[in-house]
């Protein structure tokens, strides 16, 4: 009864990441400290599993089929769910952290980092607090105090359905079946392409793949 009660006191995560090896690694690390309530392998089970488990931390990884971690980020945060967001990623560029924290992180922490800093970094979101790896803590802090005002550009003007529709080309879907996905109709899907394409200045499919790589969409 006793080991009961510890259990349900622990707190709740929910994992994210479309490498499988990875997260049954991860499962059997953190299960020694937390108690781990499912995983996803990309962005739109994310969602399904985050709203019906309701876990008190989702540690989830950026790059993910169908939809990728940030976007997920913002769908949780528009659907107003209390879990708190920790990504754990191998992207160290800062444009990313920065777009990970406006879609609702509570921290960041690279894949290269140890056991015990990711423990430490669950700990710190569970309780409300926000968690850097000090590994980019100190040139975020630089770029964003001499950084100016945001004024956004291409990738953040971009709503999310256009970068749902975005992700999905990408990865190789055709237009029937991003719609079918999303649940809109091909003719919808072709507009948010065509738009899309107005916005970026670009001039073929081609030109959209290399986009959406760079911005790390897949």
Do not use: W
Request: proline share 2%; with cysteine; net charge neutral.
């Amino acid at each position: 009864m006793e080991d009961g009660n510890k259990k349900m006191g622990r707190t709740r995560i929910l994992l994210a990441d479309d490498h499988v090896v990875l997260t049954d690694m991860l499962v059997n690390l953190l299960a020694q400290h937390f108690e781990v309530i499912g995983v996803a392998h990309d962005g739109r089970s994310l969602i399904a599993k985050a709203k019906l488990e309701r876990p008190d931390v989702v540690v989830t990884d950026i790059s993910m089929p169908d939809l990728n971690g940030i976007d997920a980020a913002r769908t949780l945060r528009k659907e107003a769910t209390s879990s708190k967001l920790l990504f754990l990623s191998m992207y160290a560029d800062l444009p990313l952290v920065e777009e990970a924290f406006r879609a609702g992180a509570s921290g960041y922490v690279l894949k290269i980092c140890g056991a015990d800093e990711l423990i430490k970094a669950i700990q710190c979101v569970a309780k409300g607090a926000t968690y850097i790896t000090p590994l980019l803590a100190g040139d975020l802090i630089s770029t964003l105090l001499t950084a100016g005002p945001q004024h956004g550009n291409g990738e953040t003007a971009l709503t999310l359905r256009q970068r749902e529709v975005l992700q999905l080309l990408a990865e190789g879907k055709t237009m029937k079946q991003v719609a079918t996905q999303l649940g809109i109709s091909t003719r919808t899907t072709e507009s948010h392409k065509y738009e899309i394409m107005r916005q970026l200045g670009v001039q073929n499919t081609a030109e959209l793949i290399r986009y959406a790589v760079r911005i790390k969409l897949v």
